[in-house]
Nanobody
Framework: QVQLVESGGGLVQAGGSLRLSCAAS????????MGWFRQAPGKEREFVAA????????YHADSVKGRFTISRDNAKNTVYLQMNSLKSEDTAVYYC?????????????????WGQGTQVTVSS
């Protein structure tokens, strides 16, 4: 059974940085893709970034490109989301997701397992 545990969320001022972590267990993830999504109050969940575990190929949403970076540590089975130059509109619950197909896609239907989420609040 896949388990995804996010951490690293919190309260930060606009312009600041946070690094989210997603510790994955229960499978061999070398053929998986991992994604980060977020959901702000009253809004639909949206794609943030994805990475193909085997190659490190990554894909970022236009809204975060140049500010956020997804990466993975194979030895620790952990995926990270480094968030810099944070804005108030980045405030949301951030979710980690794992997809068996291995496609680093923005389509949330391609992801099979989800973490519980971690809150990120950016104060202006």
């Amino acid at each position: 059974q896949v388990q995804l545990v996010e951490s690293g969320g919190g309260l930060v001022q606009a312009g600041g940085s946070l690094r989210l972590s997603c510790a994955a267990s229960g499978r061999t993830f070398s053929t998986y893709a991992m994604g980060w999504f977020r959901q702000a109050p009253g809004k639909e969940r949206e794609f943030v970034a994805a990475i193909r575990w085997s190659t490190g190929y990554s894909y970022h949403a236009d809204s975060v490109k140049g500010r956020f970076t997804i990466s993975r540590d194979n030895a620790k089975n952990t995926v990270y989301l480094q968030m810099n130059s944070l804005k108030s509109e980045d405030t949301a619950v951030y979710y980690c997701a794992a997809g068996r197909t291995g496609w680093a896609t923005s389509n949330e239907n391609e992801y099979d397992d989800w973490g519980q989420g971690t809150q990120v609040t950016v104060s202006s």
